[in-house]
Nanobody
């Protein structure tokens, strides 16, 4: 069973920063697109950012100027640095590993970590 292990969530005031981490098995980390999704109460899960094995990154427009995604290949870990946090960033953040297949996709998910932005 593939496990993605997340850490780094917590409670922070608006304008603050947090860094999320996600460790993955090497066989997954080296060949899958690693990314982050989030889900706020009452909302659907939404894509936040991802990073290819070669380092190319993509971020949602809502976070592009504030969040950074990066990876440490030696540690098989992907990070989400979140700066200038806003109350609307409050959500459970999920690490994702995905491989796009012909006719589908192969996904793995972490257990989720809570991020709360509150005065």
């Amino acid at each position: 069973q593939v496990q993605l292990v997340e850490s780094g969530g917590g409670v922070v005031q608006p304008g603050g920063s947090l860094r999320l981490s996600c460790a993955a098995p090497g066989s997954i980390f080296s060949s899958y697109i690693m990314g982050w999704y989030r889900q706020a109460p009452g909302n659907q899960r939404e894509w936040v950012a991802d990073i290819l094995s070669g380092g190319r990154t993509r971020l949602a427009d809502s976070v592009k100027s504030r969040f950074t995604i990066s990876r440490d290949n030696a540690k098989n870990t992907v990070y989400l640095q979140m700066n200038s946090l806003k109350p609307e960033d409050t959500a459970v953040y999920y690490c994702n590993a995905v491989k796009i297949l012909i006719g589908g996709r192969d996904d793995y998910w972490g257990q989720g970590t809570q991020v709360t932005v509150s005065p």
